[in-house]
């Protein structure tokens, strides 16, 4: 499966372009569409040279590819493209490893209706790392309402 339209937009509203090198909420470096690393591996530096938008898109459009592939693999029940997208979206901010280990995707896998338990096991989802401490930030609070939201409705 692929992203949707409106799971691309779902993460760019989240993730919104900038084209210098920054410090996300949780201070790690980051350019364009949210991306922490290059398309060869090597990690985003407070350093790098700022990028164009055509670059920053051509990097989301190689990055993506890297977060769909994992949650086509990882999700091993039967899911329709809107709760694939909201996935991408979620797998895209907790990176690989912490979705391939969450209790979110442990509940999709056993049953992707029980949407009770996964709107609960996204909404877990909403800390980052501030100043040491795990803290609940607003954004993630959004996003996290929003990807449950993308993944509950019925694909048409």
Not at 128 to 147: D, F
Request: charged share 30%.
């Amino acid at each position: 499966m692929k992203t949707t339209k409106t799971g691309i937009k779902l993460i760019h509203k989240y993730e919104s372009f900038r084209n210098h090198p920054y410090l996300c909420p949780s201070g790690i470096p980051t350019i364009g569409w949210g991306n922490t690393y290059y398309e060869d591996g090597s990690k985003v530096t407070l350093n790098d040279e700022p990028i164009t938008r055509k670059r920053g898109d051509e990097l989301f459009e190689n990055i993506i590819k890297t977060f769909e592939d994992k949650v086509n693999e990882y999700v091993t029940s039967d899911i329709n493209e809107n709760q694939f997208s909201s996935l991408v979206s979620f797998t895209y901010n907790v990176g690989v490893y912490n979705f391939k280990r969450s209790t979110l995707l442990k509940k999709i896998n056993n049953n992707p209706n029980d949407f009770d338990a996964i709107e609960y096991q996204f909404k877990r989802w909403n800390k980052g790392t501030v100043n040491n401490k795990k803290v609940v930030l607003k954004g993630l609070t959004k996003r996290r309402n929003e990807e449950f939201f993308l993944y509950s409705t019925p694909t048409k």
